[in-house]
């Protein structure tokens, strides 16, 4: 079965830090893009970051710009969103997705092939 799994979400104080996990199982991510996108209550989903194949290009929406982080370790089928001085407003569900690209580039939008179920991200004191 085809999965991924978020993990490492919680609820810290403003300008605290969290270091998100994503998975993969049944399936290697050697030739997906991966993004991380978050969705506020009564807000529109947004897309955060994303990684390239090889993890050489990378994007962020400028929100989170300077903040966060996104890595990957092919090796463990793993990808990693290091998020650091967050504030109240990046309070959401965070979840992350992959892409089949042919290409070693990335972007937040498109039509992503499997998304996880989603962690929770509180920002509050």
């Known amino acids: 079965q085809l999965q991924l799994v978020e993990s490492g979400g919680g609820l810290v104080q403003p300008g605290g830090s969290l270091r998100l996990s994503c998975a993969a199982s049944g399936f290697t991510l050697d030739y997906y893009a991966i993004g991380w996108f978050r969705q506020a209550p009564g807000k529109e989903r947004e897309g955060v970051s994303c990684i390239s194949r090889s993890g050489s290009s990378t994007n962020y929406a400028d929100s989170v710009k300077g903040r966060f982080t996104i890595s990957r370790d092919n090796a463990k089928n793993t990808v990693f969103l290091q998020m650091n001085s967050l504030k109240p407003e990046d309070t959401a569900v965070y979840y992350c997705?992959?892409?089949?690209?042919?290409?070693?580039?990335?972007?937040?939008?498109?039509?992503?092939?499997?998304w996880g179920q989603g962690t929770q991200v509180t920002v509050s004191s």
């Open positions: 997705a992959a892409i089949l690209r042919l290409n070693d580039l990335c972007a937040l939008r498109g039509a992503y092939d499997y």
